[in-house]
């Protein structure tokens, strides 16, 4: 056989081997950020609740109660 050949296929094994461990990375970083987002996401809504309540004069009950109903209607 050509070693030529040998040495070509050698270095399209390694390459995937490092091309996979390079996906692996990512795919722990965008992991990372989309926890980061779905934490980011609860804060704006909360201090959309927050605003709403203060220009509504809310109870704390309803407001705890819209809090709930609007995760409730995002898992829809």
Known sequence: MDKSK??????II?????????L????VQ???LRRKKFW???????????IA???SEITPQQ????LIEAEL????
């Open 30 to 32: 965008l992991e990372d």
């Open 40 to 50: 980011i996401e609860k804060e704006i809504q909360m201090a959309e609740f927050i």
């Open 24 to 27: 692996e990375g990512y795919e």
């Open 14 to 22: 390694e390459n995937k081997v490092r091309k996979q461990k390079e």
């Open 6 to 11: 040998i040495i070509s296929i050698t270095d």
């Open 53 to 55: 309540a203060v220009q």
């Open 63 to 66: 407001f705890i109660k819209a």
């Open 73 to 76: 209607e995002k898992k829809d």
